[in-house]
């Protein structure tokens, strides 16, 4: 690997985290008893960086006092404090004299969790001026969306929306691999800014800033605001239950079933109560499960609703007469947890707010997570039953075995793109296997 340093923007003040930063510049805020630089530095240590160029502002001489008492092992660490603020672009052209060929750049306020190898590997592959982390937002109406050709190349950096035209949700995660010829871009005084002026001079001067999409089960999050860092501590003691789940998994005490292709008929969109068909032998494992005192919760996609087809209230008649089904064969459902959001903003159709990634939707595990903390769960003790890929590397996730159920044939294709710890026919030949082989009590 040729890349080896990183270059970390810490000038910001933090002034929408007032109460949680204080005197302290936000990068330096406690994150599990950590700063925030702390958890980016390690992450990007994983991935063979060795030498990082801290560009603070705000406060600076706490990031450099702290990082003259704190090391981390096999790294160096520089911290240089800008004179006064001259934006993200002016702050990567005061380390200038410290750049080396190739870095990656990356921002004091942004959370990383993720496989940081596969991003320079794509930089490496193609070589182009930059290379730009992306991924589906959360909060698409207001992020600064790339759009980029199929060959992965950016076309324009999209801040304003023009009335009318369609934008898919493919958003800059502040992280990227560029190359020092990036300084030729940036203006020789005064403030910039590197998304706003930067990258679209560089592209219309005919430079090549190419594209790599955030993995699955990677996880970015700007926390500058106090909604976003609460959800990196809860993503961050989520991470640690599934660690601890996965370390040590005791016998099932819970169930986690997914609805369509497990418990009912996969008919495609079920938008009203009548279109609802259980699948054969499903009443009788809800029976089993029930009389063994096996908690059953269902967590499942229903994009239905984020495209328009379907209210929230329909999708709850719909899951009403799911349960009594199940209750006249004797079973139970004890919860159910709909996801009703859709990643994707350009089809011009449904609901907006919830056109839009989330940590809920599968393959994501925050439904598993979330039930767990508000029906008090030990996630140790659970296992996750679905018919699709998502569902596998969601219970994956969670740190919790996994049960692929469906014909042989579906089973084979989604076998190609997951792997589940097993595999059966159908939810009433897990059952019973699981209570035969003292998975599921007697």
Not at 19 to 38: A, F, H, S, T, Y
Not at 152 to 181: D, I, K, M, Q, T
Not at 416 to 429: I, R
């Amino acid at each position: 690997m040729l890349v080896q340093q990183a270059v970390i923007l810490c000038g910001g003040r933090g002034t929408r985290l007032a109460e949680q930063v204080r005197e302290l510049p936000k990068p330096m805020i406690l994150l599990d008893g950590r700063p925030v630089l702390d958890h980016i530095i390690s992450n990007l240590a994983k991935a063979g960086i060795r030498r990082f160029l801290l560009a603070a502002g705000y406060r600076g001489d706490a990031v450099a006092r702290y990082y003259t008492a704190t090391r981390h092992p096999d790294c160096r660490i520089e911290v240089v404090i800008e004179s006064e603020p001259g934006g993200t672009a002016g702050a990567l052209r005061g380390c200038a004299d410290r750049l080396e060929d190739d870095f990656v750049l990356a921002y004091g306020d942004v959370f990383l969790d993720f496989d940081a190898r596969r991003l320079i590997a794509a930089h490496e592959t193609q070589r182009p001026l930059g290379t730009l982390l992306v991924r589906a937002s959360d909060h698409p109406w207001d992020s600064h969306l790339v759009v980029a050709d199929e060959a992965g190349r950016v076309l324009e950096f999209v801040n304003r929306r023009a009335p009318g035209r369609l934008y898919r949700n493919v958003a800059n995660a502040a992280v990227h691999v560029v190359s020092r010829r990036l300084l030729d871009f940036v203006p020789a005084v005064g403030p910039a800014d590197l998304g706003a002026d930067v990258f679209p001079a560089a592209i219309t001067r005919g430079e090549t800033l190419g594209i790599h999409f955030l993995e699955e089960e990677g996880f970015v999050k700007d926390m500058g605001t106090p909604e976003r860092l609460a959800s990196v501590e809860e993503y961050l003691a989520d991470r640690a239950l599934a660690e601890a789940a996965r370390a040590r998994p005791q016998p099932v005490e819970t169930v986690f079933l997914d609805r369509d292709g497990v418990l009912t008929v996969d008919s495609g969109f079920v938008d009203r109560p009548e279109k609802l068909e259980l699948l054969p032998g499903v009443a009788e494992a809800m029976a089993l499960l029930q009389r063994r005192g096996i908690r059953c919760v269902v967590t499942t996609n229903q994009s239905i609703v984020a495209r328009g087809l379907c209210t929230m209230a329909m999708l709850g008649a719909i899951h009403d007469r799911l349960r009594a089904m199940i209750a006249v064969g004797g079973g139970k459902i004890d919860a159910i947890y709909a996801c009703p959001h859709h990643p994707e903003t350009h089809h011009g159709e449904g609901v907006p707010e919830l056109r839009r990634a989330c940590r809920c939707r599968k393959p994501a595990p925050g439904l598993l997570f979330r039930a767990c903390r508000e029906l008090g769960l030990n996630l140790a003790a659970s296992i996750m039953v679905g018919d699709q890929a998502s569902d596998v590397r969601a219970g994956r996730a969670a740190g919790i075995r996994t049960v692929l159920v469906g014909e042989p044939g579906h089973r084979k294709k989604v076998l190609k793109v997951a792997a589940p710890d097993t595999e059966f026919d159908s939810l009433l030949a897990f059952v019973q296997a699981a209570i035969e082989n003292g998975i599921i009590r007697q």
